[in-house]
């Protein structure tokens, strides 16, 4: 069945640092891939998304491309800030039929001042 | 961007009694909503899928006995925990696509507390 891989944290950066969180992924076809956030207490917020191979998702200074030949989704932010911490979750959509999320396990991201 | 929304966000109950937990979209029809649990510092696992007018898909393990779902409209879903026990105390949160939304993406609703005592 599909499946999301993500690296585990927690991820600990000071503020400015550059952030990559890894995002692997198995399934059928061609899903379509996400990127969710999750604060404190919250529930979750789409980052942002890409529906097919080589599109780039790209929010509030995050971006994650699509790449389908090493089904990767990894997430980048060129320079962190505090109020980037949170926990961030990969997942995808399967192509076709009922369209529930497959999440990775998550992975924490501390940014200190 | 549309809105989801989770009634009661928070909730503490004896073990035996049943609680009831809304999920409704807000501004969109919602064919298909869908239930997670979440516990601590872990990720979401799909409970069930609940299609409006229809009977709802339980995942295996997933006890359709214990977990009512009942999806009467294209904006409401309802899960019932029933005999609630301090094992079901979790983060229970629902999700909607709605028709014609492509790319499979999840609205997600702010999330349930059910403390269990």
């Known amino acids: 069945g599909d499946s999301v891989t993500q690296m585990e944290g927690p991820v600990t950066l000071s503020e400015e640092a550059f952030l990559t969180i890894n995002c692997t992924y198995t399934?059928?076809?061609?899903?379509?891939l996400f990127w969710y956030v999750q604060y404190p207490g919250e529930g979750l917020q789409l980052l942002l998304k890409a529906t097919k191979a080589d599109d780039k998702g790209s929010n509030k200074g995050f971006e994650a491309t699509y790449r389908k030949e090493t089904t990767s989704f990894h997430l980048e932010k060129g320079s962190v800030q505090v109020s980037d911490s949170a926990v961030y979750f990969c997942a995808l959509s399967p192509e076709a039929g009922r369209r529930a999320l497959t999440f990775g396990s998550g992975t924490r991201l501390q940014v200190q001042p | 961007g549309a809105v989801v929304s989770q009634h009661p966000s928070r909730v503490i109950c004896k073990s035996g009694t049943s609680v009831k937990i809304e999920c409704r979209s807000l501004?969109?029809?919602?064919?298909?909503m869908f239930w997670y649990r979440q516990f601590p510092k872990q990720s979401l696992m799909l409970m069930a899928t609940?299609?409006?007018?229809?009977?709802?898909?339980?995942e295996q393990g997933v006890e359709k006995d214990k977990f009512l779902i009942n999806h009467a409209s294209l904006t409401l879903s309802t899960l019932t925990v029933t005999s609630a026990h301090p094992e079901d105390s979790s983060f229970y949160i629902c999700s909607a696509g709605g028709q014609g939304r492509g790319g499979g993406e999840q609205y997600f609703g702010p999330g349930t507390r059910l403390t269990v005592t």
């Open positions: 609940s299609n409006e007018g229809s009977k709802a898909t339980y």
């Open positions: 399934a059928t076809g061609y899903p379509s």
């Open positions: 501004d969109f029809q919602a064919t298909t």
